[in-house]
């Protein structure tokens, strides 16, 4: 499936309407992650602070192809993934600013949330590490015959790790309904790719496992959600995993404490000219959808979102230190 084949594909199967939700999720990602690197640099975020500047569309085009009972597995780039699941952004305000109304209640910091209830499996850091979890949760989905399907994303350092590998091995032996979303930013942390894997390509990788690899433009959401959506029909039809790889460029540094002046600043410029987002917009103008009045009105219900859920969260009180254990430890039962 080549990016421009997914493209028309995904552009023919979606609403106006649809087209329009995608950009206000891309959109809404961007702005939370604006306003949240203010309040980190003003020292109001404690600890480190992750965006994910450059992957929008990755993160929605995806994460759209999921039915409501499909499973998610995100990771720290992904910000418009929980949103889309049912996340609110007043929650996601307060669990960076380690407040009693965060995901986690203030026990653990920055992206590092997520809520089953919601089908989303919390993020676990050590990144390649959500693939065999992503595979267990597809496995017991079939075992309890349920018919969903579990989507989980990881970064290009993740596939040089051995999670990675048990993880994608497990899920193409027993063929479950696993989506394998790879974000290609190229530099893992710091090390580029081609110090990392001697591989020609990433999405070459997949004849090894047995399984189906597709690479596709990652600022394109549209071809991103057309590789994601076959994924998840094969998936759900009994074919086993595919692995998605979503080639983009991580814009800012591996957190804000990274300078990533390891990236050569011409690299940059070329992907700022290819912003996920623009390009999205761009489009839309072109074909009609996003005329001058509902650019305005989608602006300014995002920015009035922002502001009242950063409001949210700020009146949200911090944790007693005396519930320091709730919700830390599973319940006993005495014995």
């Not at 039915?67 to 998610?72: E, H, Q, R, T, Y």
């Not at 011409?266 to 623009?278: C, G, K, S, V």
């Not at 305005?296 to 922002?306: F, H, K, T």
């Given at each position: 499936?080549s990016?421009?084949e997914?493209t028309?594909r995904?552009?023919d199967?979606?609403?106006?309407?649809e087209l329009?939700?995608m950009?206000y999720y891309?959109?809404?990602?961007?702005?939370?992650?604006d306003?949240?690197?203010?309040?980190?640099?003003?020292g109001?975020?404690p600890?480190a602070?992750?965006?994910g500047?450059?992957h929008?569309?990755i993160?929605?085009?995806?994460t759209?192809?999921l039915?409501?009972?499909?499973?998610?597995?995100?990771?720290?780039?992904d910000?418009?993934?929980?949103l889309?699941?049912g996340?609110?952004?007043?929650?996601?305000?307060?669990?960076f600013?380690?407040?009693e109304?965060?995901?986690?209640?203030?026990?653990d910091?920055?992206?590092?949330m997520?809520d089953?209830r919601?089908?989303?499996?919390?993020?676990i850091s050590h990144m390649?590490?959500s693939?065999p979890v992503?595979a267990?949760?597809?496995?017991?989905?079939?075992?309890?015959?349920?018919?969903?399907v579990?989507?989980?994303?990881?970064?290009?350092?993740?596939?040089?790790t051995?999670?990675?590998?048990?993880?994608?091995?497990?899920a193409?032996?027993?063929?479950?309904?696993?989506?394998?979303?790879l974000?290609?930013?190229?530099?893992?942390?710091?090390t580029p790719?081609d110090?990392?894997t001697a591989?020609?390509a990433?999405v070459?990788?997949?004849?090894?496992y047995?399984?189906?690899?597709?690479?596709?433009?990652?600022?394109?959401v549209l071809a991103?959600?057309a590789?994601?959506?076959?994924?998840?029909?094969?998936?759900?039809?009994?074919g086993g995993p595919?692995?998605i790889?979503?080639?983009?460029?991580?814009?800012?540094?591996?957190?804000?404490?990274?300078?990533?002046a390891?990236?050569?600043r011409?690299?940059?410029?070329?992907?700022?000219?290819?912003?996920?987002?623009?390009l999205?917009?761009?489009r839309?103008?072109e074909e009609?959808?996003l005329?001058?009045e509902?650019?305005?009105?989608?602006?300014?219900?995002?920015?009035?979102?922002?502001?009242?859920?950063?409001a949210?969260a700020e009146a949200s009180?911090?944790?007693?230190?005396?519930?320091?254990?709730?919700?830390?430890y599973?319940?006993s039962d005495?014995?």
């Open positions: 499936m990016t421009i997914a028309s995904a552009g199967a979606l609403t106006p309407g329009l939700e950009l891309m959109r809404l990602q961007r702005a939370i992650e306003r949240a690197i203010k309040l980190y640099y003003q109001r975020i600890g602070y992750f965006t500047w450059g929008e569309a993160a929605v085009g995806a759209y192809a039915g409501p009972a499909d499973l998610l597995a995100p990771m720290h780039r910000l418009a993934a929980y889309m699941r996340i609110p952004a007043r929650r996601v305000f307060a669990q600013l380690d407040r109304g965060g995901l986690t209640r203030g026990r910091g920055n992206i590092h997520g089953p919601l089908g989303i499996l919390p993020f390649a590490a693939v992503a267990g949760m597809a496995l017991a989905c079939r075992q309890r015959g349920q018919a969903r579990v989507l989980t994303f990881f970064g290009d350092g993740a596939t040089s051995g999670a990675w590998h048990e993880g994608v091995n497990f193409a032996v027993l063929r479950l309904p696993v989506v394998l979303v974000e290609n930013n190229q530099y893992a942390y710091s790719l110090r990392q591989a020609r990433l070459d990788k997949a004849p090894g047995g399984i189906p690899g597709v690479a596709v433009d990652g600022n394109d991103v959600y590789a994601a959506r076959a994924a998840v029909a094969r998936a759900r039809d009994g595919t692995l790889e979503c080639r983009t460029m991580r814009m800012r540094g591996h957190s804000e404490a990274d300078h990533f390891y990236v050569p011409e690299l940059l410029a070329a992907w700022a000219a290819r912003d996920p987002i623009a999205f917009e761009r839309l103008r009609g959808q005329t001058a509902a650019d305005r009105a989608m602006q300014g219900r995002i920015a009035q979102e922002v502001e009242e859920a950063l949210w009180p911090e944790p007693a230190p005396a519930s320091v254990a709730e919700g830390v599973a319940a005495g014995r």
